[in-house]
């Protein structure tokens, strides 16, 4: 790199000491040495290498497909898990013999992502009803026990919350209905081999607020 400008210089030297000479036509092979600076311009045209912006472009159309960031049904990582511990799926929560119970508690943990068993239970004691067992008990009892996926097969918390407590983006309510089209009625089958219609879950007439309206747990 250094070398067309030394030699520019060189030439921008030899051509002044040349033109102080006022010898014109030396001045045409002086010219030859000046001339590579120009050829430096090929490599700006390097620039292209930018047009590999398009490339970039390519990311916008991966995100958002108009169902908005509500955490899709996936693969359990804990069904398997589950059933090592002998949990039988068709039975209530409050019926899984308390050992058992007592085991899948640390999966409860890990689908919800939560830190810790305060995500649902206060300090040192499992008994009281707080808002987030209630709402376990009943998703336990309606969806691990109701629903099952795409292939008839059981569902775990994880299938839907995948380490989020809060798995649905209500910014844009006929994004959310999409997103429920698509991954709740779509991914999910019933138990009973019942058609999965939004009414399954969210009652007749429909309600949106299912956990506060038709399961009457309040938002506190
Ligand atoms: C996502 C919510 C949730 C989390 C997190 C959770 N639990 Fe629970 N836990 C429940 C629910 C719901 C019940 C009640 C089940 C029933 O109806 O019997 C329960 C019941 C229990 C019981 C039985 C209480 C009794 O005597 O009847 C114990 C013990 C318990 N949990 C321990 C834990 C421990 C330890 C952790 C942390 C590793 C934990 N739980 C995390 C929801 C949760
Ligand atoms: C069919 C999908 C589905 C399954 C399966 C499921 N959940 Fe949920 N759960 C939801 C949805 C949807 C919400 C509402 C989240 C929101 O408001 O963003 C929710 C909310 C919750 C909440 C309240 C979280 C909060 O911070 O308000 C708790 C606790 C919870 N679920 C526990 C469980 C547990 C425990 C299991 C397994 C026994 C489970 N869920 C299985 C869909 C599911
Ligand atoms: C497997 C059960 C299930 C099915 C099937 C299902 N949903 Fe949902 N839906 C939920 C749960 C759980 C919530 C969270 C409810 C809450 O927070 O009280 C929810 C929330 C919603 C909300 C947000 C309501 C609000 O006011 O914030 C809308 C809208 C919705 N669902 C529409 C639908 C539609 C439309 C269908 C049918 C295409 C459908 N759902 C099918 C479980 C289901």
Same mark, same amino acid.
């Given at each position: 790199?250094?070398?067309?400008?030394?030699?520019? %210089? /060189?030439?921008?030297?030899? +051509? &002044?000491?040349? $033109? #102080?000479?006022?010898?014109?036509?030396?001045?045409? *092979? !002086? =010219?030859?040495?000046?001339?590579?600076?120009?050829?430096?311009?090929?490599?700006?045209?390097?620039?292209?290498?930018?047009? %590999? /912006?398009?490339?970039?472009? +390519? &990311?916008?159309? $991966? #995100?958002?497909?108009?169902?908005?960031?509500?955490? *899709? !049904? =996936?693969?359990?990582?804990?069904?398997?898990?589950?059933?090592?511990?002998?949990?039988?799926?068709?039975?209530?929560?409050?019926?899984?013999?308390?050992?058992?119970?007592?085991?899948?508690?640390?999966?409860?943990?890990?689908?919800?992502?939560?830190?810790?068993?305060?995500?649902?239970?206060?300090?040192?004691?499992?008994?009281?009803?707080?808002?987030?067992?209630?709402?376990?008990?009943?998703?336990?009892?309606?969806?691990?026990?109701?629903?099952?996926?795409?292939?008839?097969?059981?569902?775990?918390?994880?299938?839907?919350?995948?380490?989020?407590?809060?798995?649905?983006?209500?910014?844009?309510?006929?994004?959310?209905?999409?997103?429920?089209?698509?991954?709740?009625?779509?991914?999910?089958?019933?138990?009973?081999?019942?058609?999965?219609?939004?009414?399954?879950?969210?009652?007749?007439?429909?309600?949106?607020?299912?956990?506060?309206?038709?399961?009457?747990?309040?938002?506190?």
């Amino acid at each position: 790199m250094k070398t067309p400008g030394l030699a520019l %210089a /060189a030439a921008t030297i030899v +051509a &002044a000491v040349l $033109a #102080a000479c006022a010898e014109p036509p030396a001045v045409a *092979p !002086v =010219g030859g040495p000046v001339a590579p600076p120009v050829t430096v311009a090929p490599v700006v045209t390097a620039a292209p290498v930018v047009t %590999a /912006a398009p490339v970039v472009t +390519a &990311a916008p159309s $991966a #995100a958002p497909v108009g169902k908005g960031s509500s955490t *899709p !049904v =996936g693969a359990s990582r804990f069904v398997e898990e589950a059933r090592r511990l002998g949990v039988d799926w068709k039975r209530p929560l409050a019926q899984i013999p308390l050992a058992s119970k007592k085991k899948l508690m640390p999966l409860f943990v890990r689908s919800l992502g939560y830190e810790s068993c305060s995500g649902c239970h206060v300090d040192g004691d499992f008994k009281t009803e707080t808002r987030n067992l209630k709402i376990a008990r009943q998703m336990w009892d309606h969806f691990l026990v109701g629903m099952r996926d795409a292939k008839g097969e059981p569902i775990f918390c994880d299938t839907c919350h995948a380490g989020k407590p809060k798995n649905l983006d209500r910014a844009d309510m006929p994004a959310l209905k999409l997103f429920m089209e698509s991954d709740y009625k779509g991914k999910l089958t019933r138990a009973d081999k019942n058609d999965n219609g939004c009414g399954l879950c969210h009652g007749y007439p429909f309600e949106g607020r299912l956990i506060e309206k038709v399961w009457g747990i309040s938002a506190k």
